[in-house]
């Protein structure tokens, strides 16, 4: 009887040793397939070995929605993970695996476009990402009946795959009656793959109303979306950067505010791509707001303001746009000035736009209905340079025509800019007046109270 016993003891520790084995292999097998979900079968890249399971090892990633961390770090911090795990990494916000071999894709990726290029280039064109909309914002409907749109995505040597990723993000995501056309403008790019590959890609895997622009110089971004407006033919304009990917319903929220108010301009809510990992995130509910620096700001919305009856989709009233990623009615972009074309490759333009329109007139919300997701990088090192003076050059330009004698608390921080040139901006002057524009003093009242000002140092001294 003993023996019995001890026999069907072992028995059944046997069995349930066996079914563990058994379920560990499935586990690692559904993970493996898991992992291979989204990647496209052509762009699969060198055959390898598949990896033996790893721990995942990226647990500090920045929570910021723009990490603050330097090329340097990052380098530091990709070596750090592959040391500790043996020349493979999966990454836990994405499990997808990285190889030794492929680490110089990653660090070139880096180097030259601030996000990953390697897993860029594994994922599909049309993955999934979380509908990362509210309950309120899913519960809602909007009218079948919308103005179209003419999507604009100027792009500067960009990657090719997150290029593409973007123009079929929208394709999957946009009812075709509703997407008038995409207008592509290459910024006159270097990389070859941006030339002929791009060119036959678009013509064997895009409908027709997707175009191709191409600059014969530089013109930087600002430029570039003025001459995208202008080939524009849809009743709104909707510009998006060259490396997103947008969301569930994404588009209707942002016609349904501009059919109301033909003066309305908004923003989605932009969710953070990771620039390491590519995952989508959701972003909590933020506004723009500024420093005197003229740099743009992520803020917290206030509490009393995000307690209406709409709840979590209520649109939120925003004192500037991060950049990017608006949209607004074609005919009201020119009525109020397009943008300053006298400004240079990058920078400024979306402070800029914000205070002319709320000055002059219109109104600029963020949706939270509407989730497009961006990848959130840094400044590149290489670019740096040519970044900064864009930047400096285009905000001395908006200080000079929009602040009023609040242009003192942009100079108390920067007394360096204070004799710099900022080239002619007498037509911007003009536009103003023309437009009947209130003063940056009203703007401040009216839309950006919260903001701090600085005492002046007394002119005696
Ligand atoms: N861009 C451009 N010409 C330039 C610089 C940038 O067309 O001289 C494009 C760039 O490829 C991107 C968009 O403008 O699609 C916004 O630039 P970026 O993503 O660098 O700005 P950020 O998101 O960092 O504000
Ligand atoms: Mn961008």
Known sequence: ?????????????????????????????????????????????????????????????????????????????????????????????????????????????????????????????????????????????????LPVASIIICFYNEVLSALLRTVHSVIDHTPQYLLHEIILIDDHSEFDYLKEDLRNYIKENFPENVKLLRNYKREGLIRG?????????????????????????????????????????????????????????????????????????????????????????????????????????RRYFFEIGQYDNGMNIWGGENLEISFRIWMCGGKLFIIPCSRVGHISRNVLPQKAHEIMDSLQYNSLRLAHVWLDEYKEQFFLQRPDLRSKGYGNISERVELRKILGCKSFQWYLDNIYPELEIFPLPSKEN
């Open 225 to 329: 979306r003025i001459i995208g407006a202008t080939n524009a033919t849809g009743k709104v304009l909707v510009f998006l950067d060259s490396h997103c990917e947008v969301n569930k319903m994404w588009l209707q929220p942002l016609l349904f505010a501009i059919q109301k108010d033909y003066s309305m301009v908004v923003s989605p809510l932009i969710d953070a791509i990771n620039a390491y990992t590519l995952k989508y995130k959701p972003s909590p509910i933020l506004r723009g707001g500024f420093t005197w620096n003229l740099h743009f700001k992520w803020e917290f919305v206030p509490p009393s303001k995000l307690l209406g009856p709409e709840g979590a989709a209520a649109p939120i009233k925003s004192p500037t746009m991060a950049g990017g990623i608006f949209a607004i009615n």
């Open 1 to 145: 009887m003993r023996n019995i016993k001890r026999f069907f003891g072992h028995g059944c520790f046997l069995t349930s040793l066996t079914w563990t084995v058994l379920f560990f292999i499935y586990l690692n097998y559904i993970e493996l397939k898991q992992l291979l979900k989204n990647v496209p079968f052509k762009r699969a890249g060198p055959h390898q070995a598949f990896p033996t399971k790893v721990s995942y090892n990226f647990s500090n990633f920045p929570k910021q929605i723009r990490p603050q961390l330097k090329t340097k770090d990052v380098k530091n911090k990709l070596d750090h993970d592959i040391k500790v795990t043996n020349n493979i990494v999966i990454s836990p916000e994405l499990d997808v695996i990285f190889y030794e071999s492929n680490r110089k894709i990653r660090d070139l990726g880096f180097e030259q476009h601030g996000f990953n290029v390697f897993i860029s280039n594994q994922l599909s064109y049309h993955r999934d990402v979380p509908d990362t909309r509210s309950i309120e914002c899913k519960a809602k409907s909007y009218p079948y009946y």
